[in-house]
């Protein structure tokens, strides 16, 4: 358990403010497309010193093979917000970073469902 909690605090973990999954999967984007994608996004991320460091714009970013849409991909999703964006692909990168993780706007266009976390142990009202 200690080299777990080293590795987290290494990491920043407990720090961050948002967490961005980019769906690089094939079922959802081609693979040069996704790759093209995660490398943009991990360089931005790290020459603004957004990930492994602290502040209101610190943001974890984690490479998945798959988040279930399969299509218009790359898939990209960032919590706590519950926004997901379609059609990520390299191009679109610095300005998500820009609106999205620095100023904490979303880009509208390019959301297709939105699933904010709770922090309280209800569901979402399921009536409307």
């Not at 904490?104 to 709770?118: D, M, R, T, V």
Request: one cysteine or more.
């Amino acid at each position: 358990m200690k080299e777990l909690e080293a590795i987290a605090e290494e990491l920043k973990i407990g720090q961050y403010v948002r967490h961005v999954f980019l769906c690089v999967g094939e079922a959802c984007c081609s693979n040069e497309a996704g790759n093209a994608a995660w490398v943009k996004l991990k360089g931005i991320l790290k020459d603004r010193n957004l990930s492994l460091s602290f502040g209101p714009s610190a943001c974890y970013r984690t490479k998945a093979g798959c988040l279930r849409v399969c299509q218009g991909g790359p898939i990209l999703v960032v919590y706590p917000e519950g926004y997901w964006y379609g059609g990520m692909t390299e191009d679109r990168i610095e300005r998500f970073v820009e609106e999205q993780i620095v100023q904490g706007k979303p880009i509208e266009e390019w959301i297709f469902a939105k699933n904010p976390l709770h922090m309280d142990a209800s569901p979402p009202d399921q009536s409307a």
